[in-house]
């Protein structure tokens, strides 16, 4: 069972950065990957990059358009989200997803976090 919890979501306007916060908890957290995903209002939940507490891998989906960056702290168990030069189109409930990869790869993400809602204004 995997924990996740979002936070540093709010208003801003457009231009402006924020960091979202995942705090993962639970067992062999490392057996998984991590990611953020979003959904804004009628529209589908689409991907927007995931890594792992191992390694250097990260995977990015085409939303992040080199605006976005996902880092983590191990020692913390929690992974980031940077949001820069956001956009009135970024507006949307951004969740921390976890999907296990050891000893196999799941064919979905397990576990999700409640989901933090930004909000950009123009």
């Known amino acids: 069972q995997v924990h996740l919890v979002e936070s540093g979501g709010g208003l801003v306007q457009a231009g402006g950065s924020l960091r979202l916060a995942c705090a993962a908890s639970?067992?062999?957290?490392?057996?998984?990957?991590m990611g953020w995903f979003r959904q804004a209002p009628g529209k589908d939940r689409e991907f927007i990059a995931a890594?792992?507490?191992?390694?250097?891998?990260?995977w990015e989906g085409d939303v992040m358009k080199g605006r976005f960056t996902i880092s983590r702290d191990n020692a913390a168990n929690m992974v980031f989200l940077h949001l820069t030069n956001l956009e009135p189109e970024d507006t949307a409930v951004y969740y921390c997803?976890?999907?296990?990869?050891?000893?196999?790869?799941?064919?979905?993400?397990?576990?999700w976090g409640q989901g933090s809602q930004v909000t950009v204004s123009s």
């Open positions: 639970g067992r062999d957290l490392s057996s998984y990957a």
């Open positions: 890594t792992r507490w191992i390694g250097s891998s990260v």
């Open positions: 997803a976890a999907k296990r990869v050891l000893p196999t790869a799941s064919s979905s993400w397990n576990y």
